[in-house]
């Protein structure tokens, strides 16, 4: 050990140098083990190799001046990658974080085995019953939001005309506007359910438990009425006139049209009995029209 015209102390071992104080602080060359590091003011690890810490206990790493952060990067404050935030526990990332992949395609990048059934990426409130919330902004304007409490899980829209959309292969399948308004196939609903489809048959209503599945009509004076499907009927239900149940007026079968609960087949209304009546009224009608021209009927009203 000695020192230079400078005033600077070198340490060597084995001839070569490893600790050597500066004007500025102490350069270390090589690996420094130690019980525990206290620096006062700024401090730099620079060499060709990676750089370790390692500890058989817990490490810690922390600003010894309240209220400030602590910042991992290259250069400091100005050209950080990661800043830890002082006492709110907050964290800013300057880059894309991966969380199980190497190369994170986008801000935030998770990949790992689902091995407990949560899947990858769980968002969970402080205690049970207490609401978690997702939130999405534009900007600094919040735009939707999902959130659960207790059993629920709600799906926000907060723009005043902002809707749901749903896709599927590019294209838009289903939309919820911001009236309530619920289109199928239909991107600017007209309706409470506004169903639009280049197929033939647009809507299907099929019964799991049953042989029989109804449409259902109901105002708020709970005068209703039903169109369904009954063993082979087009059934029709219109309400009894107290509001208090339902009658069958009417229904379909293979007979053709029947009234109320007439069941006979020949009491039935079909495409012959009224290509017949309308026949037989185009008979009736020329009739009357030479009984007028021949001056036998005065007046003829039809």
Not at 123 to 136: I, K, N
Not at 225 to 248: C, M
Request: charged share 20%; net charge negative; proline share 1%.
């Amino acid at each position: 050990m000695y020192g230079n015209s400078g005033g600077a102390v070198t340490l060597y071992f084995n001839g070569a140098p490893k600790i050597a104080t500066k004007s500025d602080g102490i350069d270390v060359t090589g690996e420094v083990q130690c019980d525990s590091l206290d620096v006062d003011g700024s401090s730099s690890f620079a060499g060709a190799n990676d750089t370790q810490i390692n500890s058989t206990g817990s490490l810690f790493i922390k600003t010894k001046t309240s209220g400030e952060g602590l910042y991992i990067g290259r250069n400091g404050p100005g050209d950080y990658q990661i800043y830890l935030g002082a006492n709110d526990g907050s964290a800013n990332f300057a880059g894309n974080v991966g969380c199980g992949v190497t190369s994170p395609a986008t801000s935030l990048h998770v990949r790992g085995a689902n091995t407990t059934g949560k899947g990858q990426f769980i968002v969970s409130s402080a205690s049970a019953g207490q609401e978690a919330r997702m939130t999405f902004i534009d900007g600094s304007d919040d735009i939707a939001e999902i959130s659960t409490d207790n059993d629920n899980l709600y799906f926000y829209n907060e723009r005043s005309s902002g809707a749901f959309q749903f896709y599927t292969a590019g294209s838009e399948r289903l939309r919820l506007d911001s009236a309530g308004r619920l289109g199928v196939g239909v991107s600017s609903p007209t309706n409470r359910l506004h169903v639009g489809s280049s197929d033939t048959t647009a809507v299907k209503w099929t019964c799991t438990s049953s042989g029989s599945v109804y449409t259902r009509f109901q105002n708020t004076d709970n005068q209703r009425g039903y169109i369904g499907y009954e063993g082979k009927r087009l059934v029709f239900y219109a309400d009894n006139g107290s509001n208090t149940g339902d009658k069958r007026v009417a229904f379909m079968d293979a007979d053709g049209l029947k009234f109320n609960n007439d069941t006979a087949a020949a009491n039935a209304l079909d495409d012959y009995e009224e290509a017949r009546s309308r026949l037989l009224i185009a008979q009736v009608s020329a009739a009357l029209l030479i009984l007028a021209q021949v001056g036998i009927i005065r007046k003829l009203e039809i």
